[in-house]
Nanobody, 110 residues
């Protein structure tokens, strides 16, 4: 099983990014998937979850700004990040069952 995260980068405050997580080696469509993030010196925290049927849940600190989605035909999950703030700077990880992607760095400058 592999989860390949991508799409991070450097963006100014107020900007947007779209993260992707491509999955292979397991039945993508049957599992819930998540995005987590870990900022320097902080613990990893849950950002958003999408279930197998598309139900979504968000951490309070991203509600209204981030959108999680999935394309089962492409075995890919997405996280649209809008209205980014410097405190959103972190490594973002995709996660499913017991598997983790390698992380993609999002840096938001003020």
């Amino acid at each position: 099983v592999q989860l390949q995260g991508s799409g991070g980068g450097l963006v100014q405050a107020g900007g947007s990014l779209r993260l992707s997580c491509a999955a292979s080696g397991y039945i993508f469509s049957r599992n819930s998937m998540d995005w987590y993030r870990q900022a320097p010196g902080k613990q990893r925290e849950l950002v958003a979850t999408i279930t197998s049927i598309g139900t979504t849940h968000y951490a309070d600190f991203v509600k209204g700004r981030f959108t999680i989605s999935r394309d089962n035909a492409k075995n890919t999950m997405y996280l649209q990040l809008n209205s980014l703030k410097p405190e959103d700077t972190a490594v973002y990880y995709c996660h499913a069952t017991v598997f983790w992607g390698q992380g993609t760095l999002v840096t938001v400058s003020s």
